[in-house]
């Protein structure tokens, strides 16, 4: 199973978001290790409720900013964002009912990686510009 390779690809340039997001890298990491066998530092479960909480936080620190600066892609961006949740809560929900099956692990490549790392490197590049642009307004 692949895992999410941090590069510089996936730094937005907006501080706050790269290091949520290579948080939310790391876990999702660990949960393929998890996933796979390879680590069993943690439970399935557990980290599963970690990036539920995790990821509720980094979505309002990005909606947060999306609000206060009136960013025009936020309605959008922000049903992205509920669309993620689900699906990770989906994938809890499936894990606590399957265990590690092969459909779980998967889902976790498609839904987890391929997404995180496509909303990285373009809706959040997007906002991050945004933001970016808006701070110097106010230098």
Do not use: C
């Amino acid at each position: 199973m692949k895992k999410i390779i941090w590069n510089k690809d996936l730094e937005t340039g907006f501080a706050v978001m790269d290091m949520q997001h290579r948080e939310l890298v790391n876990k999702i990491n660990k949960l393929i290790d998890v996933l796979q066998g390879v680590d069993d530092e943690f439970s399935m479960d557990e980290l599963f409720v970690f990036l539920e909480e995790y990821v509720d936080v980094h979505f309002r620190t990005e909606e947060m900013y999306m609000d206060q600066t009136n960013y025009p892609e936020a309605e959008e961006h922000k049903r992205l964002h509920r669309w993620f949740e689900e699906k990770v809560k989906e994938l809890h929900a499936k894990y606590l009912k399957e265990g590690r099956s092969a459909s779980l692990v998967e889902d976790v490549e498609k839904f987890l990686i391929d997404w995180l790392a496509d909303h990285i490197m373009g809706t959040d590049k997007k906002l991050a510009k945004f933001l970016l642009e808006k701070l110097k307004e106010y230098q």
